[in-house]
């Protein structure tokens, strides 16, 4: 049994129930329980980090799935068994760091490598960006889940990194699962996840893929077309899809329009003098763009006359580790990186040092002041900065400076999420345009100035100056005098114990007299809080304890031992064994006098003393905004093409608002169809039950397996036996003729489902006998001008073959027996 309950999605239903839909932050999560197994699919974030309330009552108020995200995680969290995570995307895995360090969300996590990589800097690239703007650690009106960069890393340490094709046994309570990873597209390391369970079957789950193959990535093994036909192929036919249907009435306008139109506006806007501002996401869909910017730069720019720039905190790092997936990404690539010519007999293959990734005409800028330094705000340029959204960050800062200018162009890669800036000014472009519904039939429009304007608030972080930075001084300096004055006798204590150069003789006399002069107090007597008289307590030595209140000691008396052994007074090894690493030393820089050379040290960067502060800009929007969809996600009809590829058995579809859930339910209504909302748990193969049992000796001896797929299978009539264990029943076998009677079954059960493609190709391989389609569901065989066999597909299970009695019917029927599994009473 499978139980699936969306926590988190873009869509709750409104007052009018299932007939509205109110649109919210991406934020996904998923809950999946098969049998007592709970996983947690993805773990999002918006991307401010902060989470509204949540607008509907859940139908799972009982079990704790109930309210928003955080409250969920909150109390389901240490009892999560696996997390999987699908994309390197806020929307996907911006909560986990803040879960797994807060929530006790530190269950086994698995994700590809890229997606761990590039998911960490994701996440510091967000964590940089808010902490030079707010002070995330100090308590507001408004709760940002945001983690510490600390937490970062030490939440993505964790992850359990998989290949694609790998199948991985879980442990613990999904024990028996078997977990194996495809290519999504979309994303670089972007995952379907493939799930057998002996209980429910094999559960497929893809969430935000991508049919269409792009510059640096494939499409997804989902489709059988291109590339991916031999992953498809190993999917297999699904017990139970789960797929995403959020842009499910979409048309995706056609790759070649689409870049065109991009291209063809940015070189416009450059050549008039003008520069081009483009808001990217840090990790996920910033290759895509680079990749396309860097071939029109290298046919259209040779010279680089123009600047193309990238600002972020972790840009280099992402493309520097972007380098090292190159077997992640599209073929043509890896064929071309492995394909090298030999040059000369007996010389070894050239290394090629030229990437698709090596941007060449790329400049990289941590900061907006770095920009400004660098290139003049009148300089010519293509400026790339994230984050999309622009609900704070770099790009934010240099939105006031391209607004205000009447030519620049403004490129919108993605609507955005609900009232931010990015969702702002495409609402205003999309009225400008003469077709509202253009965006979205697979048209591409045009940029125009949507007028207007435009007041949000920047946040900025800026150093200390004048009075304030004196001030704060003057306050730290008191601080620090006034711990001086509290730690100073518990140093001095600690530093006389510690003394280990204090000779025999004092130390006799100290144990002998059991008496010592007690430290004297330091440090001004207003600057302590209150007296200490230290003519009879001393500090306790170490460190000071949790509870208010200072602790002493009941006399004024400090014990100093010896270090003895069995064998008399230790010897303090430290001094050989420096004397022994400054021998190796002199004998090092006498063979090589150049590491004789210090290292140099590595400066710890001194914290400036700065402020926050928040500034309401109202700016006048005078540039041309043109909007380009360029997320990389498939539309409504490959999502109705995938369907029936696959052939689910059940399928559970997510993350639609109320219009595409009734026309999708309308155009898939043959399927075994679940439409589940936020906060409502649905149970698919609820009448099926799984029990665990032992197999008798006595029937282990007589079995004659048959294989299937990946597994073995066989007919039984058994009985149970509780006489050994009464939890665990043994199956023996049944000798009862009424039972026999009542179990009967045919002689021969045929289980699988034969493809005629996997006949036509059986045939040809094994018998040499042609086979071609006559029509769907029909194949006609012939062999050396024998007369021709029919095979025909009616319906599930019903396989038809006609023909003369002769040699051909008998090898075609052979071949239909050996493509699917017998299992004899």
Not at 92 to 111: D, K, S
Request: glycine share 8%; proline share 6%; net charge negative.
């Amino acid at each position: 049994m499978l139980q699936f309950t969306p926590l988190s999605g873009p869509y709750v239903d409104g007052p009018g129930g299932a007939s509205t839909s109110t649109e919210c932050s991406k934020a996904l999560a998923y809950l999946v329980e098969i049998d007592q197994a709970r996983i947690l699919l993805d773990c999002g974030a918006p991307e401010d980090f902060t989470f509204p309330p949540s607008l509907v009552k859940t139908d799972g108020a009982d079990r704790g799935l109930h309210g928003s995200l955080p409250e969920i995680l909150q109390r389901i969290g240490p009892t999560i068994d696996v997390v999987l995570l699908f994309h390197a995307e806020l929307s996907h895995m911006g909560l986990y760091a803040y879960a797994y360090t807060h929530f006790g969300l530190q269950c086994p996590v698995y994700a590809t490598l890229p997606v761990q990589t590039m998911g960490r800097l994701q996440m510091l690239e967000v964590v940089r960006s808010w902490q030079a703007e707010a002070d995330v650690r100090s308590s507001s009106p408004v709760q940002r889940f945001l983690p510490t960069e600390a937490q970062v890393d030490e939440a993505f340490d964790a992850i359990r990194t998989l290949r694609y094709m790998q199948p991985t046994p879980l442990d613990g309570k999904c024990a028996g699962l078997v977990l194996t990873a495809y290519n999504a597209g979309h994303s670089l390391g972007g995952t379907v996840w493939k799930l057998r369970s002996p209980s429910v079957g094999t559960v497929v789950m893809a969430l935000d893929w991508n049919h269409h193959r792009e510059r640096h990535l494939d499409g997804t093994a989902l489709l059988s077309v291109g590339a991916a036909a031999p992953l498809a192929h190993a999917i297999g036919q699904p017990d139970i899809l789960i797929t995403d249907m959020e842009r499910g009435l979409y048309t995706n306008a056609r790759r070649k329009d689409r870049d065109a139109a991009l291209l063809e506006q940015i070189h416009k806007t450059l050549t008039s003098g003008h520069s081009v501002l483009i808001p990217v996401d840090s990790a996920a869909r910033m290759l895509e763009i680079l990749v396309l910017l860097d071939q029109h730069w290298a046919f259209a720019y040779q010279h680089q006359r123009f600047p193309l720039c990238l600002v972020s905190h972790t840009g280099q790092e992402v493309l520097e580790r972007a380098r090292t997936f190159m077997e992640w990404m599209a073929r043509e690539w890896a064929i071309q990186l492995l394909d090298v010519p030999e040059k000369g007999r007996g010389r070894k293959k050239q290394t090629v040092t030229k990437s698709p990734l090596d941007f060449t005409g790329l400049r990289y800028f941590p900061s907006v002041e770095a920009l400004h330094q660098a290139l003049a705000p009148s300089q010519v340029k293509v400026v790339l900065a994230t984050p999309p959204a622009l609900t704070h960050g770099l790009s934010r800062q240099l939105l006031p400076e391209f607004l205000s200018d009447p030519d620049s162009l403004l490129v919108l890669t993605g609507r955005g999420e609900p009232d931010s800036l990015v969702r702002t000014l495409w609402e205003r472009w999309n009225a400008t345009q003469a077709d509202a519904a253009a965006w979205r039939t697979g048209q591409v429009g045009t940029p125009s100035t949507p007028g207007g304007q435009l007041s949000y608030e920047l946040r900025r972080r800026v150093p200390l100056a004048g009075d304030e930075l004196r001030a704060y001084m003057e306050a730290h300096q008191a601080a620090s005098e006034k711990t001086a004055a509290r730690t100073a006798p518990q140093r001095e204590a600690d530093e006389g114990l510690s003394d280990s150069d204090s000779s025999s003789d004092e130390d006799d006399a100290m144990m002998h007299t059991g008496t010592a002069d007690p430290p004297a107090s330091t440090g001004d007597a207003a600057a302590a809080p209150e007296p200490l008289d230290m003519s009879f307590d001393t500090f306790l030595q170490g460190h000071a304890s949790r509870d208010e209140g200072l602790h002493y000691r009941m006399f004024p008396f400090i014990e100093r031992k010896r270090k003895v052994d069995g064998y008399g007074e230790s010897i303090d090894t430290a001094r050989w064994l420096s004397r022994r690493r400054r021998l190796e030393a002199e004998q090092e820089e006498q063979l090589d006098p150049s590491r004789a050379k210090p290292a140099p040290k590595k400066e710890t960067p001194v914290e400036v003393p700065s402020k926050f502060t928040c500034e309401t800009l109202s700016v006048a929007v005078r540039c041309r905004v043109l909007y380009i969809d360029l997320q990389g996600l498939s539309d409504g009809r490959a999502l109705t093409t995938l369907v029936p590829q696959l052939q689910p058995r059940r399928l559970i579809m997510v993350n639609g608002d109320a219009p595409t859930r009734a026309e999708l339910g309308a155009m898939l209504s043959s399927h075994e169809l679940y439409m589940p909302t936020t906060g409502v748990t649905i149970t698919v193969g609820g009448l099926s039950d799984t029990y665990s049992v032992r197999l008798g000796d006595a029937l282990m001896g007589g079995l004659n397996w048959h294989r299937m797929e990946d597994y073995n299978v066989v007919h039984l009539h058994v009985t149970p036996d509780f006489s050994g264990d009464a939890d665990t029943p043994t199956l023996v076998p049944c000798h009862d003729a009424t039972t026999l009677r009542a179990a009967q079954a045919p002689s021969t059960l045929y289980i699988g489902d034969l493809r005629l493609s996997a006949l036509k190709s059986y045939l040809a391989r094994q018998q040499r006998i042609r086979a071609d389609f006559a029509g769907e569901g029909v194949l006609v065989c012939s062999d050396r001008g024998q007369r021709h066999v029919m095979v025909t597909k009616q319906g599930t299970g019903r396989i038809v073959v006609e023909g003369n009695l002769s040699s051909s019917l008998a090898r075609v029927r052979q071949s239909i027996y050996q493509l699917v599994a017998q299992v004899h009473q």
